[in-house]
């Protein structure tokens, strides 16, 4: 456990000094796919844990990143920026620690309040079996979508403005590391285990006292807590939030990362979450020669090619440790 | 230590990567870059097109004539899906890597207040055709509009009807989804009700509905004297014709979203006798208009709407600047934009008041016959 | 009371389109347990092989009911070997793959349409032809039914009797039920299953086709990314009436239908779109298969 703990630190200092290395010897627009691809490996991590680890099926996923971006977006901009302009605001370490600080509780609220709709939808839903909780997921993803358009006080249809651009490199990798490596404990532990039991067969695992629903709401809960906070860091990194980035599509983007780098697989929900995100932009230069735009079309077409030929996924159900020997573990002494 | 390893690998992976991508491309000095980033594909991609071919034919024409002192201007064309994520990363590849003097876009308000915080960041300028939220341009002094904002065409909307059609109780039906449509619905129903009128009914729709039926009766019941509805050509030619079905005989009202060709080909005759606020007429005898209008027909093959209208402004009132400057740097551009004054434009004469808001008049037009005829010009 | 009638109205037949698109997605989940997200765009690709259709053999100018059917035949056709080569391609290599990976290609398929209709067609909405005369066929006070209204119901009922028909009385027909009730048995009872899937796609996609005809009719504005929220409501109304049953689909649709026009007239059109996921949540809490669904009890 020591160890765990320190590996984690040893990595928020290389994030740390990354946070002010990476921006300044990287093109600005390269930094901003690093960082879509940053929260795009959250979103994808955290719904392994459901749809991977524990073999349930959900397509609302993007509707927990809405309630995470907004509810922590409203807490930064009607609470906490009145807040910091009653200090004054110079740009010492301790201001900025502050600042820091308060950004990061305003994304664990978000989290939490994403968590709470995770808790909410997963208690009765998850009794539903396969597509069903699939199709409750994504309703649910809808109506939180519609409720949005309809609030006015964080915008509605024009969207919420104003929100502080407080997301930097450090505090996304740092979530985007910590969820994942909330995935490998998981994994090793015995919920875990529970949760994998779960997806093998459900009936097994309920005849060996494995309380289902229980495990199911706790890994839903997890999984939203994650996507929550990934949308707070996109809230406070665009600086503007509107209900169109969160439909059904953003949803199976999520799906498509976690299928496309194997069910289950961590490593390959990493790798196919910078995949997702760096094609798109990869193939931005084909347009000068195509004159259309035929990239959208391509898109789909890569995406069916590499499931004909590869279903299961780029890593199937391997990490990367298995396919490279040497990044296994040592037997510790 | 298994996980660090791991992720100290991937860590170092990326930067490798990104390293990689990042040669420099040669700088061509006769050539002067304009960004423009919209919406050519996802679910607003005809909005996204028309913009993109109305800011076409201005700079292929004014190439074609020779450029600006032999430098030619090109523009690079980025698509962001209707996204506002995707616009944020478009303006931030068209200013760090493609090194762009100036920006053209967005359609929509939704995905320009995406974009125009990082152009002014950057200090790069950015001319919006057509985002009418008033929150756009108060981003920066680099961000400028050359359409007229909500309130205004909510304004003049609620004023003639009012004045014109002397209404006192109306219904309002909005796209819920579209950030035009809502703000337009709110300033309409802001002065209508300070002109002593009331609305009766607010219903909305989703942009990509197709029956309207059920808000058109519940309309129906509250025997208003006109229907305000603010969206987008794409739907309201279906409104108007379920609204005849229902027998619904009040005439319609609506804003600039409603011009297109498309609109009276969907709607037929059943949105005779309705009125929408626009920039232009395209009865107009204005040379310029017909050159617009002609010019467009030749190269497209159909009559242009108005966001095609509003697209070739944008970049005409750009194209100004450009000649108006030196050296065509970004914060030249800047200072020729704002000290644009009365440029004649198709849309209207432009000048770009303290709020950089293009200030132009808007003209009420009238559908009869599948035509829009010209009904009355309201200064700002 | 006027008003009401008229809702009614209005909800039935808005219901009945939603039926013959439901129908599409409960048959190929009744067969393959697959939603197909592809089934909205086949949908969508029917109104424009009609829209050229229609153009190509000039039928778009001089309504015609003989015009009309050629049409709606003719979409059928296209859609239904659409929806076959779908199938071949790139649903059967997969069908013994976990079921996500099948949706995961069925949201590709979609994707692919809906993009490349945008690229083929143009993004732009386009007018759909008027293949018949729209005529006011009575009118009680402000009570009006259009011909439309009424052949819209009418086709959709009839396809749905006569896909009973194929479904309870006829040597396919019972197969597909076999095949649905379990592939491995069925195929040891000598029923061919690529056979009965293939035909499963087909018939769907030409329902489906049937249903964009009918919608290019009544509401003339035909788009590529019409399939989008329109399957997906479909879809709802599917699973509302039990996932895998045709009765089911067609209850559900109505149900959508007009409880989509019921909420607009006396509740709130703002929350029109999420009270139709709501009611849809709500009816799988209480029945979790929905209604018309039948639970199956897990063999161990």
């Known amino acids: ?333 | 230590m298994k996980h660090f390893k791991f992720i100290s690998y991937t860590f170092l992976a990326f930067i490798f990567l990104f390293s990689f991508t990042q040669c420099s491309k040669k700088e061509d000095k006769n050539i002067i870059k304009i960004g423009e980033y919209g919406s050519l594909t996802g679910s607003e991609a005809t909005f996204g097109t028309s913009t993109h071919n109305g800011i076409m034919l201005a700079i292929d024409a004014f190439n074609n004539q020779g450029g600006l002192n032999g430098k030619k201007l090109k523009v690079i064309t980025v698509d962001d899906q209707g996204k506002p994520e995707e616009a944020a990363s478009a303006v931030t590849k068209l200013i760090t890597s493609d090194k762009v003097v100036a920006l053209l876009g967005e359609v929509a308000s939704s995905r320009s207040l995406a974009g125009a915080p990082i152009a002014q960041r950057y200090k790069i300028p950015m001319v919006t055709p057509s985002s009418t939220n008033p929150k756009v341009t108060q981003v920066g002094d680099y961000i400028f509009r050359t359409c007229f904002i909500d309130p205004f065409q909510g304004q003049v909307m609620a004023n003639f009807a009012t004045r014109t059609l002397k209404a006192k109780k109306v219904a309002v039906l909005r796209d819920v989804k579209s950030d035009y449509s809502v703000g337009l619905a709110e300033f309409f129903t802001k002065t209508f009700e300070g002109n002593g009128g009331k609305v009766v009914a607010d219903l909305s729709y989703t942009a990509g509905d197709i029956d309207f039926k059920a808000q058109l009766t519940a309309i129906r019941s509250k025997n208003v004297d006109a229907i305000f509805v603010p969206g987008y050509y794409t739907e309201v030619g279906l409104i108007a014709r379920q609204a005849k079905e229902l027998s619904i005989k009040v005439p319609l009202l609506g804003g600039d979203g409603w011009d297109s060709e498309r609109l009276t080909e969907i709607a037929g005759t059943a949105l005779d006798n309705s009125f929408f606020s626009n920039h232009y007429t395209a009865e107009s005898q204005d040379p310029r208009v017909l050159d617009f209008v002609e010019k467009y027909k030749k190269v497209y093959g159909s009559v242009p709407d108005g966001l095609a209208a509003m697209g070739y402004d944008a970049a005409l009132v750009l194209i100004d600047a450009l000649k108006r400057t030196p050296n065509q740097t970004p914060q030249e551009i800047r200072v020729a934009l704002a000290e644009t004054k009365n440029f004649q434009a198709v849309t209207g004469i432009i000048s770009f008041n303290d709020n950089r808001d293009a200030e132009k008049a808007a003209v009420v037009l009238e559908v009869k016959n599948k035509q829009f005829k010209f009904v009355e010009t309201v200064n700002p | 009371m006027e008003e009401f009638v008229q809702h009614l109205i209005n909800g039935i037949s808005l219901g009945s389109i939603y039926g013959l698109v439901a129908i599409g997605y409960t048959m190929v989940y009744g067969i393959l347990k697959l939603i197909n997200f592809a089934h909205g765009d086949v949908y969508m690709m029917s109104t424009f092989f009609g829209f050229y259709f229609a153009r190509w053999l000039g039928f778009a100018y001089t309504p015609s009911v003989i015009g009309a059917l050629i049409i709606l035949f003719l979409a059928m056709a296209a859609c239904a070997l659409l929806g076959f080569t779908i199938e071949r391609f790139a649903y059967r290599p997969l069908r013994k793959m976990p079921r996500l990976n099948l949706l995961i290609t069925a949201i590709g398929v979609s994707l692919l349409l809906e993009n490349g209709g945008q690229i083929l067609f143009g993004a732009d909405p386009k007018f759909f032809p008027e293949l018949i005369q729209r005529a006011e066929l009575f009118r009680i006070g402000d009570i009006s039914i259009s011909n439309f209204q009424v052949i819209i119901i009418v086709v959709s009922l009839s396809f749905m009797a006569l896909l009973q028909y194929i479904i309870f009385h006829t040597k396919t027909g019972k197969a597909m039920q076999a095949v649905s009730f379990h592939h491995e048995n069925a195929s040891l009872m000598g029923i061919d299953i690529d056979r009965i899937i293939s035909f499963t796609f087909v018939l769907g996609s030409a329902l489906a086709a049937a249903a964009g005809i009918l919608v290019g009719l009544a509401y003339p504005r035909i788009d590529p990314l019409m399939g989008v929220l329109f399957g997906l409501k479909a879809f709802v109304a599917a699973v509302l009436g039990g996932i895998g049953s045709v009765p089911g689909a067609i209850v559900g649709a109505l149900i959508m239908g007009l409880s989509e026009e019921m909420v607009v007239g006396y509740f709130s059109s703002t929350y029109r779109d999420a009270l139709a996921f709501f009611l849809l949540i709500v009816i799988l809490l209480v029945k979790p298969t929905g209604l018309f669904g039948k639970s199956t009890s897990e063999k161990v």
């Not at chain 1, 299928?259 to 798109?280: K, N």
């Not at chain 1, 789909?300 to 391997?318: A, I």
């Open chain 1, 1 to 333: 456990m020591k160890k765990q703990i320190l590996t984690f630190l040893i990595i928020s200092i290389l994030l740390f000094l990354g946070n002010f290395i990476v921006p300044a010897m990287m093109n600005p627009y390269l930094f901003m796919i690093l960082i879509y691809c940053g929260i795009n490996i959250i979103m994808g991590v955290s719904l392994n844990i459901i749809n991977g680890i524990t073999g349930q099926f959900s397509i609302g996923h993007a509707g927990f990143m809405a309630v995470g971006g907004y509810v922590s977006a409203a807490i930064s901009f009607y609470v906490l920026m009145p807040l910091l302009s009653l200090f004054p605001s110079d740009n010492t370490i301790l201001s900025l620690f502050f600042q820091n600080a308060l950004f990061v509780a305003s994304l664990l609220l978000g989290g939490l309040g994403a968590a709470l709709f995770g808790y909410l939808v997963g208690l009765p839903s998850l009794h539903l079996r396969g597509d069903y909780l699939g199709i409750v997921t994504l309703g649910f993803g809808e109506i939180i979508r519609v409720i949005i358009l309809n609030l006015d006080f964080i915008g509605g249809a024009r969207g919420f403005t104003g929100i502080p651009a407080w997301s930097n490199f450090f505090w996304i990798y740092f979530f985007a590391v910590a969820v994942v490596m909330v995935s490998f404990r998981l994994l090793g532990s015995s919920h875990g285990r529970a949760l994998l039991s779960i997806r093998e067969d459900e009936i097994a695992a309920e005849s060996i006292g494995i309380p289902i629903t229980r495990y199911k709401v706790k890994a839903f809960v997890l999984s939203s807590f994650f996507a929550g906070i990934a949308g707070g860091l996109f809230a406070h990194f665009i600086g503007y939030l509107n209900p169109s980035s969160f439909t059904f599509i953003k949803s199976f983007e999520a799906i498509i990362i976690v299928v496309l780098g194997g069910m289950g697989s961590i490593s390959g929900a990493i790798v196919a979450a910078v995949i997702t995100t760096i094609l798109p932009e990869a193939l931005r230069p084909l347009q000068e020669f195509t004159r259309t735009d035929f990239r959208m079309v391509i898109y789909p077409l890569l995406l069916l090619t590499l499931m004909l030929t590869r279903p299961q996924g780029l890593f199937g159900n391997k990490e990367l440790s298995d396919v490279l020997p040497f990044l296994k573990r040592k037997k510790s002494p």
